[in-house]
């Protein structure tokens, strides 16, 4: 614990940074959020319908379409 150098007390937990994600994310940044690798987020656009949509030669994920597409698999596996 670390302590104040004046008075002497216990200085206040800091609370862990939350990071935020902005609207449209990279693979990149999706795959920071998800904690998966890059090659593992590609196989879910391939084979598991995350959606996605393309700038260019570049893959982008809305991240409202993510979460909703995450709901829905959670929906999924508490059916099955």
Known sequence: AKFCFE???PLPKKE???KS??????IS???EFLSVSKSTLYRMIREEGLPWFGIGSH???IFD?????????????KGA
């Open 21 to 26: 994600y902005p609207p449209i994310m990279t």
């Open 16 to 18: 862990p940074e939350i």
């Open 65 to 77: 379409e993510l979460m909703a597409w995450s709901k829905s698999k959670q929906q999924v596996l």
């Open 59 to 61: 893959k982008r994920i």
């Open 29 to 31: 940044q999706t795959a």
């Open 7 to 9: 008075c002497g007390k």
